[in-house]
């Protein structure tokens, strides 16, 4: 039994902030219906690096952020759509979307209007600026919500214009917060009977991860600045060249743990420099001790180091690629990683369901559906439509 079966979800979501939320609970054991565009789809299915896979609506994209889904295809814009839908939200828990605010009010679908008839609905709304407020209408991608939120200024090199992480993190940070709020309003509503409105804004959910930024400006004056690979007055916390051309991430910025650091370098008295000697002015001395523990990794290979420091109980790492991860033992112990049937029952490798449950554990069910794979089984199942009465819509 997982901690989430029973749970009904209407996924009317695309790409990746929605998709991302929705999928979360699917591991967790929630029926989750994607509610699809016939025809087309969710643009998802189109994004990946299998060109092949992308030209079948099946692309890496959309399997990685949709396991655990049936898909079904229902045409909201036409009268029978919104009768088969308005009945699937009937015996549904909750729905999430991700459309710009005012699309669902369009469509006829809007929460003011659910609520009506489903006054315990969970109506879970994902968007770049929120559901309200100046902004409120304008297209949010995640670029722009990261900016807004505070990522964008503090990322990269002084030097130069901000860079942004490898990945969408605003989306999936968004929709982490969506799927909290989900659970959180179905929490309170075993005890009032009552539905709500959770409104995840992508721009708020990356300002929640912003740690000290707006009470240190509002407060001291100061302005966070960009600093490249490491954090202002925080060291020895950085990335050193090891003598094979890697890179090691080294954080030993506690005063016990930089003196281990030191005795693992074979300068145990560096400890006790004045300049080096507590957090402080290891701070204010970032630059020369910095300087320092590069001389000594660039004489030594990346995974020397890492073990090295590892039995010194100094934290270290390397700098990992999907192969690494692929690769890596500790990875391959935990089960961090799965390998899930893709379509055609070729191992496909993706992350594991996190966190992690001692006695209800998630789990990866299935890759991402073909369009509209479970339509006839959603609609016997929650419907209990019969094959004629399918056949009818369809028509």
Known sequence: MKPLAGIRILDLTN?????????????????????????????????????????????????????????????????KGQEVFHRLLATSDVLIENF???????????????????PNL???????F????????????AAVCEAMGGLRYISGYPDRPPVRVGISLGDTLAGVQGAMGALLALHQREKTGRGQVVDSAIFEAVMAMMESLIPD???????????GSFLPKIAPSNAYPARDGRDVIIGANQDTVFRR?????????????????????????????DELIAAWTAHHDAQHIVDLLADAGVPAGLVYTAK????????????SIVEVP?????????????????????????????LGEHTEAVLGDWLELDHNSIDALRK
């Open 15 to 79: 790409v990746l902030a929605g998709p991302f939320c929705c999928h979360q609970l699917a591991h967790m054991g929630a029926d989750v219906i994607k509610v699809e565009v016939p025809g087309k789809g969710d643009l998802a299915r189109e994004l990946g690096a299998d060109p092949e896979l992308n030209k079948k609506g099946m692309g890496t994209s959309f399997l990685a952020q949709n396991t655990g889904k049936r898909s079904i295809t229902i045409n909201l814009k036409s009268e």
């Open 100 to 118: 710009r605010p005012g699309v669902m009010d369009r469509l006829g679908v809007g929460y003011e209007v659910l609520k009506k008839d489903h």
């Open 122 to 128: 969970i109506y879970c709304a994902i968007s770049g």
């Open 130 to 141: 929120g559901q309200d407020g100046p902004y409120a209408s304008r297209a949010g991608f």
């Open 217 to 227: 400006y509002a407060r001291a004056g100061k302005i966070r600045e960009r600093a």
């Open 261 to 289: 650091l030191c005795e693992a370098m074979g300068q145990p008295t560096l400890a006790d420099h004045p300049d080096y000697a507590d957090h402080r002015a290891r701070g204010e001395n970032q630059q020369a001790i």
């Open 324 to 335: 690494d991860m692929l690769e890596d033992e500790h990875i391959k112990e935990r089960g």
């Open 342 to 370: 893709d379509r055609h029952g070729k191992p496909l490798p993706m992350q594991n369901v996190f966190p992690r449950l001692s006695q209800t554990p998630g789990k990866v069910r299935q890759v991402g559906p073909a």
